[in-house]
C-alpha cells in the first residue's frame, strides 16, 4: 500500500513552563497514527489528553519534542519555517474552533483570502475566487447582509460558519478540524457534515476531534482513542 | 518559487560604547515573505533594521542583497551612489514617524511622484496619474493629492508614506514600528491595508515592532530580540502559540487580549 497522506510516528512533546520554576508538562508521549486518503479518523480522550495538541503539531503550530509527522511524504518535525509554509499552502487545512477575525476585513474576503493570495494582481482570478466565496456563504446560510462586515461582532455560530467556508474555499488534500461543529444548531451542522463528508469521498485525509457523537459518528470511519494509543 | 532568499545577513554585531546593541543576528529573507522582529525597547532591533537597509554600519557580520541584474551584492560594501539607487527603487523604507519620510511641506502628489522622478520619470501627467492611483492603493482621496501633508492626520501621513515606498514597486521593505503612534482604529485600517498589500504585490518585508498582535497580522515569520541577540525563531504561530525561550513565553504571557 502506498505511504498514508499522514503519518505518524513515535510522537512526544512536553511544554516546559519557565514561570512555574521550568515545569514540564508531558502532553503526548509516543504517539502513532497513520490517516490514508479517503479516511476520516476521530480523536478521542478525555479533556487534556492532547487532541488539540496533536493536530497543532500535525499542522506545525506546537514544535513536538520528539518523533516523526509526515505529511504527504513530508517531514513536519523540524522542517523550516519556508517548507511548512509551502506545505500548508499546498496541502494542509486548520480549521479551529475559533475564527481569528483580522479587523476590518469584511467576511467574504476573509472566506476568499486562501484563494485571493493565488491571484496576485489578476482581476479576473480574483472575482472567481469571490464567486466561490459567496457559494460557501450561501451554503452555511450566513446572511448575506453579513457578507460585507468583518466578523468580529457576528455571533459564534457565524463565526464558526465563516470560519468553515474559509476553509472549504480552497480544500487541501489533508484537512486537521478540531470541533468544526461546537457552535452550530442542527441545520448547519448537518450542512458542514455534507460538505465535509464529501471531501472526504472526493479524497481528503481528515483528522478530527468532534465531541458531537452524531457528528462524529456520520464523519468518521474510524475512531482512534489518544490514551490507549489505538 | 525562488529558491535563494532575496536578503541574508550573517553575524551581525554592534555595539554603541560599551551597550551591546546586536550580537551574532543571522537571517535570511525570500521573496514575497514578511518577518516580524520583535522584543523590549532597547532589544536592538531598529539596529537591525537600519543595519539590515544599510543606514548603519556593523561592527561585524554582512548583509547582503540580491539585486534584480547583478547578483548578490554586499549592502556596507558597496557605494554610497549604488546604494541610495537601491534606496529610491527596489527598497522601501517605512519610519515609524511619518515626518521622517516624507517632505512635509511639498504636496501629497509631490512626495510620490519624487520618487518616480528619482527613477528618470519627467511627464508630468503620466506622475500625476500614478502618483494618483497610489494614493487610491493606500485609500486616500486624489483630490487630496496638492495639499501639504502639514495638513494631514497621523494615519493619512502614514498612508502617504507607504503611498511614496510602494511607487517604485520596492521588492523589500522596511517597516520600523509602522503603527505604533497612531489611535487604535486608525491603526487597524492601516494594518488592513499593509496587510493586503505586501500579499498582493508580494512584497519581502522586515517588519519590527513591539507589539505581538501587529507581528501576528502581518508577518509569516518572526524573530525575538532580547539585548540584541536572537532567542528564538520560527512561524509567527510557532512562537506566538507554542513559545520556547523564558524571555519570549514571558512576552506573550505579558499581552492583554480584549
Known sequence: ?230 | MNEEPILRASGLAKRYGARVALEDVSLELWEGEVLAVVGESGSGKSTLLAVLAGRVAPDAGRVEYRTRHEGWRDVHAMSEAARRMLERTDWGFVHQRPEDGLRMTVSAGANVGERLMGLGARHYGRIRSQAAHWLEQVEMDPARMDDAPLSFSGGMRQRLQIARNLVTRPRLVFMDEPTSGLDVSVQARLLDLLRGLTRRLALAAVVVTHDLGVARLLAERMMVLKDGRVVETGLADQVLDDPQHPYTQQLVSSVITP
Request: proline share 5%; net charge positive; glycine share 10%.
Open chain 1, 1 to 230: 500500500m502506498s505511504e498514508p497522506a499522514v503519518a505518524i510516528r513515535g510522537l512526544a512533546k512536553s511544554f516546559f513552563l519557565h514561570a512555574q520554576g521550568g515545569v514540564e508538562l508531558r502532553v503526548l508521549h509516543g504517539v502513532s497514527l497513520d490517516v490514508r486518503a479517503g479516511e476520516c479518523v476521530a480523536l478521542e480522550g478525555r479533556s487534556g489528553a492532547g487532541k488539540s495538541t496533536l493536530l497543532k503539531c500535525v499542522y506545525g503550530s506546537y514544535r513536538p519534542s520528539g518523533g516523526s509527522i509526515r505529511v504527504l511524504g513530508h517531514e513536519v518535525v523540524g522542517a523550516p519555517a519556508r517548507k511548512l509554509l509551502a506545505l500548508r499552502r499546498e496541502a494542509l487545512g486548520y480549521v479551529s474552533q475559533f475564527l481569528r477575525a483580522v479587523p476590518r476585513v469584511p467576511a467574504l474576503d476573509v472566506v476568499a483570502e486562501p484563494l485571493l493570495e493565488r491571484c496576485g494582481e489578476d482581476a479576473e482570478a480574483a472575482r472567481a475566487a469571490r464567486r466561490t466565496a459567496e457559494r460557501l456563504l450561501l451554503a452555511l446560510r450566513v446572511p448575506m447582509r453579513l457578507w460585507g462586515v468583518p466578523p468580529a461582532t457576528f455571533s459564534g455560530g457565524e463565526q464558526q460558519r465563516v470560519n468553515i467556508a474559509r476553509a472549504l474555499a480552497s480544500p487541501r488534500p489533508v484537512l486537521l478540524l478540531d470541533e468544526p461543529t461546537a457552535s452550530l444548531d442542527a441545520e448547519n451542522r448537518a450542512t458542514v457534515v455534507a460538505l465535509i463528508s464529501e471531501l472526504r469521498r472526493a479524497g481528503a485525509a481528515i483528522l478530527g476531534i468532534f465531541h458531537d457523537a452524531q457528528v462524529r459518528d456520520a464523519l468518521a470511519t474510524r475512531v482512534f482513542d489518544l490514551e490507549r494509543g489505538r
